[in-house]
């Protein structure tokens, strides 16, 4: 079985674009889990995200003649390439331009900002950092898996754009500090 | 630049997690490329994204993998019958929701080629029935001329016929003012048909026409007025109504429009 082989990424690179059985199995039993993942944090129902997914993987398929190894590497390829179709796939149901819309409007509401901390905490990174505040849970919540853009994350949060900034930073450093470990 | 400072103010993050504008994500890929340092902090931002999706990571229903295997399948198989020859075959159902670039851009130019194909043919037909329609009026206007060759023909036919008759008579009418010809009149005194021809004659007065008699017994009989379009169609001759079966003179007088019982200022006589 292909698990008990590792490939590099050139490797498994070439293996995907000569459309080998074998590439398949390896992209497969290595990256569908993470790539599920992220996409079952940005699409709740199922059956959707069991379409996205293969959608993805279609998607590495025929894009891997045109994936550009000096821009970045394959899994963060990948991962954004699950993290947007998921947005996208989120925004043509409408569901997360309903969410910036309403959180426009709730900006004039103080309360509101506290309700969608409160949401993104349950829904958000608690099973993977505990350690994590929610005012920094909360800004990659709205980034990474709703695609806010700061602007966006900066009206919705009540918070200067410079802030949102510097939050992101201390966020992603708990992460790799705790990873660290 | 101050590479410390720019690694502090989070810009980088705000990058790895996908929130700049497109003009902001441009100038920060450009500054990754340029400084080592950037890039190494962004590999690293990426690493500790790329753990908590591993470190969560959800295995999917293990039916997916033979289920994306065969939409890969199908995927490619799509690309190997897709011959050239079959475009048309593929282009009329959208199946799946992604088709290869190429693809669709065969299919695009199936569609333009018909278009364009459309276009030329419709563009020829009309172009046929223009010329159809310009052919349709030049046999119209052929037969309307033709139709005017026979009247004319038969006209001279039956002058031939007339010339031809031993039996005719030709009469010269005479100028009252200067004596010369200005007129003639064809007789055949046995049938009774009678023809005038007329020769530069001058168009009458405004409010007067011509008006033809025939003396007999030494009175005028009206043969009735003659048209002023016959005027000017010098040389064409003129069946005489009439049936005049005898007579001493022809003449043409000047009447008021629509003729008098008898005539007031004869133009032109000629003797029988």
């Not at chain 1, 309700?115 to 950092?129: A, P």
């Not at chain 2, 190429?102 to 364009?116: D, F, G, M, P």
């Amino acid at each position: 079985m292909a698990a008990s082989i590792t490939y590099t990424e050139q490797e498994l690179i070439s293996l995907l674009k000569q459309k080998s059985k074998q590439g398949f199995d390896y992209l497969y039993e290595n990256y569908s889990a993470a790539l599920f993942s992220i996409i079952s944090r940005i699409i709740s129902d199922e059956q959707t995200a069991q379409d996205v997914l293969q959608e993805v993987f279609v998607k590495v398929w025929k894009g891997i003649d045109k994936y550009d190894s000096a821009k970045g590497r394959l899994y963060t390829w990948m991962l954004n390439l699950a993290r947007n179709t998921s947005i996208d796939k989120l925004r043509s149901k409408g569901e997360i331009m309903k969410g910036k819309i309403q959180n426009d409007e709730a900006t004039v509401y103080d309360n509101s900002n506290l309700k969608t901390e409160q949401e993104i905490n349950t829904i958000g990174l608690r099973d993977t950092v505990a350690g994590l505040e929610p005012q920094y849970q909360v800004i990659v919540e709205l980034a990474y898996f709703k695609g806010f853009t700061l602007d966006e994350i900066s009206k919705t949060i009540d918070v200067p754009l410079g802030t949102v900034k510097t939050r992101m930073r201390k966020a992603i450093t708990m992460l790799r500090t705790h990873y660290k470990n | 630049m101050n590479v410390k400072e720019y690694i502090e103010s989070g810009i980088l993050e705000a990058y790895v997690l996908g929130t700049l504008s497109e003009n902001e994500c441009a100038e920060v890929a450009a500054n990754v490329a340029q400084y080592p340092e950037l890039a190494a902090e962004v590999i690293a931002i990426e690493d500790s994204l790329l753990h908590l999706a591993k470190e969560d990571a959800k295995a999917p229903p293990s039916f997916m993998k033979d289920k994306i295997w065969d939409a890969l399948s199908d995927e490619e198989e799509e690309v190997v019958v897709e011959q050239p020859v079959q475009a048309s075959k593929q282009v009329p159902l959208p199946q799946e929701p992604a088709k290869p670039s190429w693809q669709r851009a065969a299919i695009w130019a199936a569609v333009l080629v018909s278009v364009v194909t459309n276009f030329m043919l419709l563009s020829q037909r009309n172009e046929s029935r223009e010329q159809r329609d310009v052919l349709a009026a030049r046999v119209d206007s052929i037969a309307a001329q033709q139709q005017q060759l026979v009247a004319t023909l038969n006209t001279y036919k039956k002058e031939k016929d007339m010339l031809a008759d031993p039996g005719m008579q030709t009469i010269i009418m005479r100028n009252e003012a200067d004596a010369a010809p200005a007129g003639m009149v064809y007789w055949s005194k046995e049938k009774g048909d009678a023809y005038l021809a007329l020769h530069k004659l001058p168009m009458p007065p405004k409010g007067k026409q011509y008006q033809l008699w025939v003396i007999q017994d030494g009175n005028p009989v009206d043969m009735g007025v003659i048209d002023n379009d016959m005027v000017q169609k010098e040389g064409m001759m003129m069946k005489i109504a009439a049936n005049i079966k005898s007579g001493q003179a022809f003449a043409i007088s000047i009447e008021k429009e629509g003729g008098n019982p008898t005539p007031t200022q004869v133009y032109m006589v000629g003797a029988i």
